[in-house]
Nanobody, 125 residues
């Protein structure tokens, strides 16, 4: 069974940092593009960042450029999202997803076939 397990979420003050992890099990994530998506209460899910196979290409939402960094370690079957200079508007449930190509990693992620359960990130003083 293909699945992801996200970890690393929590409560952090504005300006703080968190590192999210997305561990794949049941398959080799190196064959897939990986994306991070988030959903805030009352809002639609949105793409945060994506990374292609072999980390050849990355994409970021304008709202997180310069603050977030996506990476992957295929030897550990894990992808990461380093989040710095966090803002209250970054609050939400963060999920990772896998798809056959970074081209699938867009919008609300509806084209990405494999998903994790998510981890909550709350930015508040």
């Amino acid at each position: 069974q293909l699945r992801f397990v996200e970890s690393g979420g929590g409560l952090v003050q504005p300006g703080g940092s968190l590192r999210l992890s997305c561990a794949a099990s049941g398959f080799s994530s190196e064959n897939y593009a990986i994306g991070w998506f988030r959903q805030a209460p009352g809002k639609e899910r949105e793409r945060v960042s994506c990374i292609s196979r072999e980390a050849l290409k990355t994409k970021y939402a304008d709202s997180v450029k310069g603050r977030f960094t996506i990476s992957r370690d295929d030897a550990k079957n894990t992808a990461y999202l380093q989040m710095n200079s966090l803002k209250p508007e970054d609050t939400g449930n963060y999920s990772c997803a896998a798809g056959p190509s970074i081209l699938y990693c867009s919008g609300d992620g509806g084209s990405m076939p494999f998903w994790g359960q998510g981890t909550q990130v709350t930015v508040s003083s």
